[in-house]
């Protein structure tokens, strides 16, 4: 697979939690309710979907090929990852500007 059709494989937009399915999410859906964290890879804030709670991870975006492909594996790790220290992917939303991301 190339690289410019790496992120293609995380449909934008498609949260799933369980059985429920949600498409077409934008940050805009999602309601603020605080900040969990941030460090060098993104800002963590709780936000709710539908009355459940999650954890929404900003990425930004990268242009150089090697941010690119680290801002891949780091979709990767997050939905592949089965571990009790990290939470369970639901899915991504991509956009130009997260707006309503940041106070």
């Known amino acids: 697979m190339s690289e410019s059709n790496n992120l293609d494989i995380y449909e934008s937009g498609r949260i799933q939690i369980g059985s429920n399915i ?3 999410v934008t940050i805009d859906n999602l309601e603020d309710v ?3 964290g941030s460090g060098a890879f993104g800002e963590v804030k709780k936000r709710l979907l539908d009355n459940k709670v999650l954890a929404v991870k900003r990425i930004k975006r990268m ?20 571990s009790t220290f990290i939470v369970e992917y639901y899915g991504c939303i ?9 106070d």
């Open 34 to 36: 605080g900040e969990l």
């Open 63 to 82: 242009d150089k090929r090697e941010e690119k492909t680290a801002e891949y594996m780091d979709l990767k790790v997050m939905k592949c990852s089965n």
């Open 94 to 102: 991509f956009a130009e500007v997260f707006e309503n991301f940041s």
């Open 22 to 24: 949600y498409n077409n």
